[in-house]
């Protein structure tokens, strides 16, 4: 391919040789940074016990981008886990790719991701637009790729460095060991905050524990060691409290707390850790919180090479990220692209025009995809309102059918509940009367007579576009009140079934399809195949397709309905 370019706007970072790490525990860290300044507070890591394989500065990407060194990386045999201080992505079918053979070679990728803004989002014109701004796709993106996304220099070096020294598949049973009730407090505090399973310990191991430590400390889970113990007790009785601990069967990682430098307290504590640490048959982490390291047991803590942290928000916040990344491992795998074709008359529709679709191509281009919609007639006299509306069957909803009036229950373009014909020729001259009167001039198509779905949970389905990763399918907790919410899920194509599931089952709402408060259970299964169907649409439409809209999707006890939609096409 001929000759390949290297930044430009970079430096030689990238061929300097990295510090090798005297008894290094676990593996190493291969870092990208897209600013070379910002790579070496990481690097400096080094300097607590934490090796890295090569340090590559990107620069501005003229050719070799971020994701092509992500790849390199994903198979470098000296490489453990990857990490990155990212500003943008210029390709995301080489990201993508570069992710799924990190996934493929079970390498953890940690990543700063700045810009989580985007100004164009406040641009768009549907709800999916305001609720998906580029950050959102990226997330989603991770999300498929268990990228662990970090806000911070301090949490991307720490989080690197748990998941390269931290032995994969470690179980989730915490025993939390400190100095002070006060600090075991906190700790446990912290932990639970994350998310985090502290198991008690059996009270074999409790009572074994007191004959070492005073009876009025508590040792079920925080263990509280009293302090004065580290300075009265011999070396032997203070490690066995260790090994006492790291017996119990419910527990799978020790994280011990040392919350300030005390002299000879802390030096004995991080002594015994020292000694320990190769021998534990169970995995140990420890936070060192005071600023004061001119102490003989926090370089102590350094020399055993165990994950060390300088907070516990930090601490337990990577071990969160290192259980749910062990738990998406399982399901790791390429998603096909998605197929399919919606005939000869849509694909004449999406290169006929752009803008906001009318109700009759909006109506089109979902019976095509294959989204199940309600029955809708769309008329244009009060008296074919009344037949239409007759020939659905009442109660009735109708609705103005205008691109001018994209959210029209925010317009007051909407009636529910027409119960008989004379109420239906009513409400046509009503909403056409309303909507002539706030946009004298715009195009009305008519009025959609529409089949009033009982009611289900409402959700919003949407599709948007990145510029970078492509279409991107939204799913979220919908109606009048879905931008208010806030609540969606967004993944980029491909997708699949799975990656649909999981994105409902993550949204806030989902107990509302769960059955909550005794309400029977919504058909979650239907809710997947409107996404599923979506997605394929958006996939067929590519980025002709630049935002739709269902909104709201009436999700029942059997089956699920799209009764509004807003299609926006690319110019």
């Known amino acids: 391919r001929g000759i390949r370019i290297f930044g430009p706007n970079t430096n030689t970072n990238a061929f300097e040789r990295m510090p090798e790490i005297p008894n290094l525990r676990g593996g190493k860290i291969g870092l990208l940074t897209q600013s070379g300044h910002q790579g070496r507070p990481i690097v400096q890591g080094s300097l607590f016990g934490i090796g890295f394989s090569r340090w590559v500065p990107t620069g501005n990407e003229v050719d070799l981008e971020m994701a092509d060194f992500l790849e390199y990386f ?36 940690v990543m700063v991701k700045v810009g989580s803004t985007s100004a164009g989002s406040r641009m768009a014109q549907s709800h999916t637009g305001h609720l998906t701004g580029s950050d959102a796709v990226v997330q989603g993106l991770f999300a498929q790729h268990g990228v662990v996304r970090v806000r911070d220099l301090d949490e991307l070096l720490e989080t690197a460095a748990l998941f390269a020294k931290l032995p994969a598949r470690t179980g989730d049973g915490l025993c939390l060991y400190s100095i002070s009730g006060g600090s075991g407090t906190l700790m446990a505090e912290v932990a639970e905050q994350h998310g985090l399973t502290l198991p008690a310990l059996s009270e074999e191991t409790q009572r074994r524990l007191h004959e070492l430590l005073p009876d009025y400390l508590t040792v079920a889970n925080p263990v509280d060691n009293g302090g004065q113990f580290l300075t009265a007790a011999p070396a032997d009785r203070r490690v066995r409290v260790l090994e006492l601990i790291a017996d119990d069967p419910a527990v799978d990682l020790i994280v011990i707390g040392i919350t300030g430098a005390l002299g000879e307290m802390t030096d004995n504590f ?42 516990f928000r930090n601490c337990f916040a990577a071990l969160r990220d290192f259980y749910a990344y062990e738990r998406a491992a399982g399901g790791f795998r390429a998603r096909p692209p998605l197929a399919g074709r919606l005939g000869e008359d849509v694909d004449a529709l999406l290169h006929s025009r752009g803008g906001v679709l009318g109700a009759r191509d909006a109506k089109a281009l979902l019976d095509a995809s294959g989204v199940s919609s309600a029955d809708e007639v ?10 239409a509306a007759a020939s659905l069957g009442f109660p009735v909803a109708m609705k103005i059918a205008s691109p001018g009036f994209p959210h029209k229950s925010e317009a007051g373009l909407v009636r529910l509940g027409i119960g008989s014909a004379t109420a239906a020729r009513a409400a046509y001259r009503d909403l056409v009367g309303l909507a002539r009167a706030a946009k004298p001039l715009g195009p009305i198509e008519g009025v959609v007579v529409q089949e009033q779905v009982p009611d289900g949970v409402e959700m919003i389905v949407g599709v948007t576009h990145d510029a970078t990763l492509g279409p991107a399918v939204m799913v979220g907790t919908g109606g009048i009140f879905a931008e208010v919410l806030a609540d969606v899920a967004v993944r980029p194509l491909p997708v699949d079934a799975r990656d649909a599931e999981d994105m409902i089952r993550s949204l806030r709402g989902f107990p509302l399809l769960d059955g909550a408060r005794g309400r029977p259970p919504a058909d979650v299964n239907a809710l997947v195949d409107v996404v599923m169907a979506v997605a394929r649409l958006a996939a067929a439409c590519g980025p002709k397709l630049r935002e739709l809209d269902l909104n709201p999707v009436l999700v029942r006890e059997k089956g699920a309905v799209a009764v509004d939609s807003l299609v926006i096409l690319a110019d």
């Open 270 to 311: 991080c002594a015994d850790i020292r000694q320990f640490a190769d021998r534990s048959p169970k995995p140990l982490v420890a936070t060192w919180n005071s600023f004061k390291v001119d102490e003989r047991g926090f370089q102590d803590l350094i020399d055993t090479g165990i994950p060390l942290f300088r907070s």
């Open 378 to 387: 769309l008329v244009t006299s009060a008296g074919a309102a009344a037949e």
């Open 74 to 109: 994903a198979y470098d045999d000296e490489t453990a886990v990857i990490a990155a201080y990212v500003e943008g992505f210029r390709d995301g079918g080489k990201l993508r790719r570069a992710l799924q053979a990190a996934n493929d070679q079970r390498k953890p990728v």
